[in-house]
C-alpha cells in the first residue's frame, strides 16, 4: 500500500515505528524482507511500520501490489533526506543500505539492524515488544 503523503515521526508519537530501510524494489533480499514482515504484521499490532527506499512511488506502488503489503512503503526518492538523515545512503549508488531501525514512542532510536540480519524482522518486532506504549491503568 503506497500513498501520496508525507509520513513525519513526530504524527506517530505515543506508539513505536519500524523504519525498514531497503536498496532496491524487486530484489531477492527486499523481497524476501518485506514478505518477511507482511508474514508477521500481526506481531506488531501496536507498532506501525514502514518499508522505505530510494525508488519512486510508481516503482514501490507495483512492488507492494505484487507482493499484497498491507504497510506502506515510503519513497525517499526526491531528495533522499531521510536515508541521509539515518546514516544509510550510499552516495556512489544513491541507494540506502538495508537498515532498520525502531522508533520509540518517545521519538527515540531504541533498536537498529544493518545488512542481511536485517531481512528477518525478528529483532524488530521483539524491539516493539520491549518499548511498547504502557498501558494506563
Same mark, same amino acid.
Given at each position: 500500500?503506497?500513498?501520496?503523503?508525507?509520513?513525519?515521526?513526530?504524527?506517530?508519537?505515543?506508539?513505536?515505528?519500524?523504519? &525498514?530501510?531497503?536498496?532496491?524494489?524487486?530484489?531477492?533480499?527486499?523481497?524476501?524482507?518485506?514478505?518477511? /514482515?507482511? &508474514?508477521?504484521?500481526?506481531?506488531?499490532?501496536? &507498532?506501525?511500520?514502514?518499508?522505505?527506499?530510494? +525508488?519512486?512511488?510508481?516503482?514501490?506502488?507495483?512492488?507492494?501490489?505484487?507482493?499484497?503489503?498491507?504497510?506502506?512503503?515510503?519513497? +525517499?526518492?526526491?531528495?533522499?533526506?531521510?536515508?541521509?538523515? /539515518?546514516?544509510?545512503?550510499?552516495?556512489?549508488?544513491?541507494?540506502?543500505?538495508?537498515?532498520?531501525?525502531?522508533? +520509540?514512542?518517545?521519538?527515540?532510536?531504541?533498536?537498529?539492524?544493518?545488512?542481511?540480519?536485517?531481512?528477518?524482522?525478528?529483532?524488530?518486532?521483539?524491539?516493539?515488544?520491549?518499548?511498547?506504549?504502557? &498501558?494506563?491503568?
Amino acid at each position: 500500500s503506497t500513498q501520496r503523503t508525507s509520513v513525519t515521526l513526530s504524527q506517530l508519537r505515543g506508539q513505536p515505528v519500524v523504519l &525498514a530501510f531497503f536498496p532496491a524494489a524487486f530484489t531477492g533480499g527486499c523481497t524476501k524482507e518485506m514478505l518477511a /514482515y507482511q &508474514a508477521g504484521i500481526g506481531k506488531f499490532e501496536n &507498532a506501525r511500520v514502514f518499508g522505505i527506499s530510494t +525508488d519512486n512511488v510508481p516503482s514501490l506502488a507495483a512492488f507492494a501490489e505484487k507482493l499484497n503489503v498491507q504497510f506502506p512503503l515510503l519513497s +525517499d526518492f526526491a531528495r533522499r533526506e531521510a536515508s541521509r538523515a /539515518y546514516g544509510v545512503l550510499m552516495p556512489d549508488r544513491g541507494i540506502a543500505n538495508r537498515a532498520t531501525f525502531v522508533i +520509540d514512542p518517545e521519538g527515540k532510536i531504541a533498536h537498529i539492524e544493518e545488512g542481511s540480519a536485517a531481512i528477518d524482522p525478528t529483532g524488530a518486532e521483539m524491539a516493539c515488544r520491549r518499548v511498547r506504549p504502557q &498501558a494506563s491503568r
